[in-house]
């Protein structure tokens, strides 16, 4: 089952990236907030790379901000690695997608490694947001 699982049946209204896209964060409208972190080594740097569907959770007025987006489900693919000239950088990518009921949201996790590392993306129980740095908001897809 997908990391992202802990999401189903919550209305998020709100996605944050930080720690040079290293983390990403959901708030939902009750104010909880979901901490999600990728796994880097000294030779693998893993990160969020693209999230489109970012209309889901609200960005019009006060009411779907409030009302947010109800995850219905999350599906994970395989990491797919992609064509490099580079015989000693090797290039993964890994989607995510989360249903709601307001759209898709899909999320993008790139992993650049020299072989010998696999990415990954893990729950963080420490959900402190003054822990990460440079937290943003992501307001449209990137």
Same mark, same amino acid.
């Given at each position: 089952?997908?990391?992202?699982?802990?999401?189903?049946?919550?209305?998020?209204?709100?996605?944050? =990236?930080?720690?040079?896209?290293?983390?990403?964060?959901?708030?939902?409208?009750?104010?909880?907030?979901? *901490?999600?972190? /990728?796994?880097?080594?000294?030779?693998?740097?893993?990160?969020?790379?693209?999230?489109?569907? @970012?209309?889901?959770?609200?960005?019009?007025?006060?009411?779907?901000?409030? *009302?947010?987006?109800? @995850?219905?489900?999350?599906?994970?693919? +395989?990491? @797919?690695?992609? #064509?490099?000239?580079?015989?000693? !950088?090797?290039?993964? +990518?890994?989607?995510?997608? =989360? *249903? /709601? +009921?307001?759209?898709?949201?899909?999320? !993008?996790?790139?992993? &650049?490694?020299?072989?010998?590392?696999?990415? *990954?993306? /893990?729950?963080?129980? +420490?959900? #402190? =947001?003054? &822990?990460?740095?440079?937290?943003?908001?992501? @307001? !449209?897809?990137?």
């Amino acid at each position: 089952m997908t990391v992202f699982k802990n999401l189903i049946g919550r209305r998020i209204n709100g996605i944050f =990236l930080g720690n040079d896209a290293w983390t990403v964060v959901f708030r939902t409208t009750e104010g909880e907030y979901f *901490r999600y972190d /990728t796994g880097n080594d000294c030779c693998n740097s893993v990160w969020f790379n693209h999230i489109n569907g @970012v209309d889901a959770v609200g960005r019009g007025n006060s009411f779907d901000l409030l *009302r947010g987006a109800m @995850v219905l489900s999350v599906e994970d693919k +395989d990491w @797919v690695r992609q #064509d490099n000239d580079n015989a000693y !950088e090797v290039i993964e +990518d890994v989607c995510f997608t =989360l *249903r /709601t +009921d307001r759209g898709y949201i899909d999320i !993008e996790v790139r992993n &650049s490694h020299n072989g010998y590392y696999g990415g *990954r993306v /893990t729950e963080d129980e +420490d959900v #402190d =947001l003054n &822990s990460i740095e440079d937290l943003k908001e992501v @307001v !449209e897809d990137f």
